[in-house]
């Protein structure tokens, strides 16, 4: 069986052999079902023309090709999250209208002094998901807002069922667990410098690409979780997700922007072949058919 997927890359940086992996296992799994470029470039500046230019070029490398694009553009152009704002405020309006979101206007410091407790690390069945933000605390929800037409100048969060555990089967990690006001709090879908937050935006183009897999790497475990809630509350079915185990450097931390060799780029001027790459790359894992 093949699952169409998607290749959603963040150009902040150059892609290393991490990003090899999650990749040729996407682009296994999809097999002939449908692959998608989709370049997470909401968050500029930090995202640069430069490192998107740099990620299309290692991909086409390495023999991992797509097989879609946007209307304009053509087949082998990339969709561009920051050409889909529209869509994303379309999406925004729902979750409001659904009455799942309130407007935030806390700082992270104010988060930080309203919690009660130190944040500690949380359990995870694989011990590999990162996701390390501050609890929201649910002291800060607002009782009342003004509706809105837009989101404007404060953020927006998700209003998650305290003690609710979401569970899902994982493609290669397994039945995975997280409980809500336990795992994660409310979190945001709309940023206050005005942009749609990652989990929104994911969500929102996971959907309308119609993708039945996301494959990506298992730091994302959480947010999967959160992702759920939000398929949930716009009553779309959610895909398939398979989370993917992170390639650690030989002191055993995960691979970062700043790469130290394992970027493609250096890689390839080493003079590695694509096959030496992705070889490497998925040492230590087995990958199954979906
Ligand atoms: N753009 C994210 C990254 O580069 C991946 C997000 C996802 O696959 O959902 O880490």
Redesign the pocket.
């Known amino acids: 069986m093949s699952l169409r997927g998607?290749l959603?890359?963040?150009p902040t940086g150059f892609l290393h052999v991490g990003?090899a992996r999650?990749f040729a296992v996407a682009a296994t799994r999809a097999g002939n079902a449908g692959l998608i470029l989709?370049i997470?470039d909401l968050d500029q500046p930090r995202c640069r023309e430069e490192f998107c230019a740099a990620a299309i070029d290692d991909l086409r490398w390495l023999g991992l090709d797509w097989t879609e694009g946007p209307e304009v553009g053509g087949p082998h152009a990339p969709y561009r999250q920051c050409e889909r704002t529209a869509w994303y405020l379309d999406v925004w309006r729902r979750l409001e209208a659904a009455g799942a979101i309130y407007p935030s206007p806390h700082s992270r410091r104010d988060v930080d002094e309203a919690a009660t407790a130190p944040h500690e690390p949380r359990p995870s069945e694989t011990g590999a998901d990162t996701d390390a933000e501050p609890l929201f605390p649910p002291s800060l929800r607002p009782a009342l807002w003004d509706r809105a037409a837009t989101p404007g100048a404060v953020a927006w969060r998700f209003r998650v069922p305290d003690g609710r555990t979401i569970e899902f089967d994982d493609g290669l990690a397994g039945r995975v667990r997280r409980t809500a006001g336990v795992d994660f709090g409310d979190f945001v879908v709309w940023r206050r410098d005005d942009l749609p937050a990652?989990e929104l935006a994911?969500v929102a183009d996971?959907h309308a690409m119609e993708i039945a897999e996301?494959?990506?790497?298992e730091?994302?475990l959480t947010?999967t979780a959160r992702?759920l809630l939000l398929y949930e509350a716009l009553a779309w079915t959610a895909p398939r997700f398979c989370h993917v185990t992170l390639v650690r450097d030989a002191e055993g931390r995960r691979l970062a922007k700043r790469t130290g060799g394992l970027a493609i780029r250096e890689l390839r001027e080493r003079g590695f072949s694509p096959a030496d790459v992705l070889s490497a790359a998925l040492e230590q894992l087995a990958v199954p058919q979906p």
């Open positions: 998607r959603a890359p963040t990003h999650t989709r997470e990652y994911v996971d996301v494959v990506r790497g730091d994302l947010s992702q």
